[in-house]
């Protein structure tokens, strides 16, 4: 009996195993929700591994956070505390740019996105996992640690 229940056990720990590893897999492709639309950062699923600080997601106590006060200055040492804090720059033009985080162990995959706002002095965020339907806070607590290093 207590062969079958062990058998069991390592039987369901190898599928949440598998499960894992084919997400991580799947992490890796390039979503195609980046990117702006009509001059704004996208809308964030409705799943709760996003934030966006666009006027879209205000009203969204979920998604939304503040976007950070622009200066030169700040889009400039945004992309060094990008780099400090283990991003990856995708993409990087005048006004927006793209970077990657990936997650320690299987390497799950997360976007950040900025827009520079020139009109209003912002800078815009959206930090979303690529899939599943929890980040633990990452994507908040990340946007949130790079406000607090400028």
Same mark, same amino acid.
């Given at each position: 009996?207590?062969?079958?229940?062990?058998?069991?056990?390592?039987?369901?720990?190898?599928?949440?195993?598998?499960?894992?590893?084919?997400?991580?897999?799947?992490?890796?492709?390039?979503?195609?929700?980046?990117?702006?639309?009509?001059?704004?950062?996208?809308?964030?699923?409705?799943?709760?591994?996003?934030?966006?600080?666009?006027?879209?997601?205000?009203?969204?106590? +979920? #998604?939304?956070? !503040?976007?950070?006060?622009?200066?030169?200055?700040?889009?400039?040492?945004? =992309?060094?505390?990008?780099?400090? /804090?283990?991003?990856?720059?995708?993409?990087?033009?005048?006004?927006?740019?793209?970077?990657?985080?990936?997650?320690?162990?299987?390497?799950?995959?997360?976007?950040?996105?900025?827009?520079?706002?020139?009109?209003?002095?912002? +800078? #815009?965020?959206? !930090?979303?996992?690529?899939?599943?339907?929890?980040?633990?806070?990452?994507? =908040?607590?990340?946007?949130?640690? /790079?406000?607090?290093?400028?």
């Amino acid at each position: 009996m207590i062969k079958i229940i062990l058998l069991i056990i390592a039987a369901l720990f190898s599928l949440g195993f598998t499960a894992y590893i084919i997400m991580a897999m799947l992490s890796q492709k390039t979503p195609e929700t980046l990117g702006l639309e009509q001059g704004l950062l996208l809308p964030c699923p409705t799943s709760p591994n996003c934030v966006c600080s666009e006027v879209h997601a205000q009203d969204d106590k +979920i #998604h939304f956070v !503040s976007p950070i006060p622009a200066t030169e200055k700040s889009w400039v040492k945004l =992309r060094q505390n990008i780099i400090d /804090l283990g991003g990856n720059i995708q993409s990087d033009k005048s006004d927006y740019l793209h970077a990657t985080f990936s997650s320690p162990i299987f390497r799950y995959v997360d976007d950040l996105e900025l827009r520079l706002d020139r009109a209003n002095n912002l +800078i #815009h965020m959206r !930090s979303a996992s690529r899939i599943g339907r929890s980040d633990f806070g990452v994507n =908040r607590k990340r946007v949130e640690s /790079l406000k607090q290093s400028l």
